[in-house]
Structures are given as C-alpha cells and as structure tokens.
C-alpha cells in the first residue's frame, strides 16, 4: 500500500495540478460526479499506464493537441447546452485522456518502480498504476462518497453556478490545450516539484 500513499503524498507537489484542476471541474459538474468521478480516475489510469509501457507515447504538441483542445471546447460547450450523463461522460473523458497525455509526474520511490517496471512487464504494473491514481484523486473519491452517503450533499452541490464552474474550468483546460500552453504549464509545474 506505499503506492497508494505516495499518490496522496504526490497532492501536495505542483506536478500533480495538472491532473487535480481539471478534475475539481469535474467534480463541480454536479449531481453526476458518482458517475463522473470514477470515469476520470480510470481514463486518467490508462492514459499514464499506456504512456509508461510505452504503447502510446505521442508528443504532446502540433495539430492533434490543437484538434483534441477544440474537441473539448466542444464538449464543454455541449455538455453546459445539453446537461445529460451522456455529454459529461464525454467531456469528462475527453479532459482526463488531454491531461494524462500532459501529465508530467513527479516520480517518488513507488512511482519510479512502477515506471521503470512496466515496459518489461506492462500488465504487473497496471494495478499499482490505478491504486497510486486512486491516492492522488481520494478528495474527488471522498466528494463523491459524500454525495452517496449524504445525498442533501448532493442537492446542495447541485447547483447551476457550481455546474457552470465546473465546466469552466474543463473548457479552460480546452481552450490551453488548443493553444498549446497546456502541455507548457505542465512542464513548468513538473520543474516546480520534488519529491
């Protein structure tokens, strides 16, 4: 369990903004979070362990970041206009596979078995994968089993400014994402940080 405990360690460092503000948009997009929030951690998983066993490893730059940023733009745009399961699905899924491809991640100890390992043995290393992205996402976890839990949470959070902060920041994301200036934020956060 030290992988799960370097990924709640991994909160506090700058590296991990990258992942953690688009997820609080999705965590702002309301009453479908219970749905919301496992989606993001399982796509944001397989997009880091797909980039450590090397199986997806684009450069996070040129015509396809560019395409993939207006796609969510899009999404957002869609998902604000249309408020269903089906549009926050897609948006949600679309901004945790941009920021697992931008994603720079501070390696600690756990996380640098994990990446040095999963080239020679890429199936071993997707359970550590997820349990290291389940430590970093436990607010979201926490968010959400609160709403499960407490459902008047739930009528309370469920508010359309909250939504609309929400989707503001996933379409933030977008719009950096398009511009190319996403992928250079998340460098930048990467030098800020040390394990």
Sequence with gaps: MNILAEGIESLKLACSLVLLIPALGVVLMGRRRVWLVPMWIITTTLIAWLRFTGWFDPVASGAAHVAAGIALLGLAAVAWKRDELATDIAATGTVA?????????????????????????????????????????????????????????GDISDNFKIRAVGLGIVALVGGLVAVTLFDDLAGELARRSSF
């Design 97 to 153: 596979f941009l920021a697992g491809w931008t994603w720079i991640p501070c390696v600690g100890r756990e996380l640098g078995e994990i990446v040095n390992n999963a080239r020679a043995q890429p199936w071993a290393e997707l359970v550590p994968t997820f349990l290291y992205m389940l430590g970093l996402f436990i607010p979201l976890v926490l968010i959400a089993a609160l709403e499960v839990a407490w459902p008047k949470f």
